[in-house]
């Protein structure tokens, strides 16, 4: 099966959760925005006169099926991929995981967009920083130290153990984004997650996200993604 | 099956959508936390022992699976509460919409809180009536209008067209919230959504959901939950 994703081209974004996970199991794909076209086509699916419409990108199609939603790819492509389990139970509890990604996700976008997404950056900059500073102290140590136990108590070195899921190619995507949109915060942040920094470093060195991440498909982190390193916000 | 909901006592909260589901299928369970000891139970399992501890409440026990994330919850459960269909590609869609429910509700929850959860709303006003301006203009707007696309290309009255699902009592549980919260805003924007208030109805009809909402179970909604009156807010 090749997969269609759509995602706005030029940004890593929510769709890296997907594009890597893809890479890793050398998934057939196009990535359609980002051909000609592309971001046209990616438009109509959502405003046009689709029976199951997606509110946003990243969606993928799959053969007939649209699906959005990044955890919700995730967990349809998971086990696809074997980047997931198949039985029911530990399935859920990755998808719990997943899900504890997106809202952390969300989190981080808001350190640049406190007051809206519909506004500037620049029209919200001493939010951002009030929004930052607590960002940086409480939320993402947080949620770095939850995903830090569960790699505790799963035995390790992964989230689930002996054998890597989507989820751990995104804390690598986690890693590497708040190094590039934080580096003194997250400096900080890593003394006290080693396991993750771990799983960064072992995801990192598996040949096709290597690849991958060498090659033009990988989009540079910039300061239209999630991700964004304005120094203002990294104190 | 007995299920066990672990959710904060006092507020309907993201528990609120997973109580509707359990109530509307006459599903046997305790609301633990609002037992005695319930809530020490509860910060137990995300903080204690567990080889699969939640991040957070809302989370569900079913046997022996432990489940945490409402529409994780919610993904789990429709099948087996007859609230969702059984075909993969109309549970991935299904999904795909309580997701987006899943968005609209933090965007909710940040109209009082948009610079941090660990700050009281007192020291976030101005930035609280900033983020609601936008939220009433066009956030809301553009997710319940999204949702009001959706019902008229099922053909309705749901989601899903004939078949009511988990998603349309979310559907209801927003309308609700939205009127205690914002009634101003809500009443101009429930004008262009008449699809989504038809399906409000239709649920508060359901004679399951209509004995849930005159019983004590019923919490009532407050200024500590994710709906909240500040009239300041809802110009």
Known sequence: MKYQL?????????GEFVRLALEDAGAAYDDVARGKGGRTAMMAMMQGGEKRPPFAPPFLKAGKLVIAQVAN?????????????????????LNTLQLTVTDFVKEIHDTHHPVGTGLYYEDQKPEAKRYAAGFLDERAPKYFGYFERVIDRSGGPYLLGREVSYTDLSLFQLVEGMRYAFPKGMKRIERKIPKIVAVRDRVAARPAIKAYLASERRIAFNEDGIFRRYPELDK
Chains 1, 2 share one sequence.
């Open 73 to 93: 790819i995730l967990f349809y492509l998971g086990p696809r991929l074997n980047l997931a389990p198949k039985d029911e139970g530990a399935r859920l509890w």
């Open 6 to 14: 759509y995602y706005w081209p030029g940004i890593q974004g929510r």
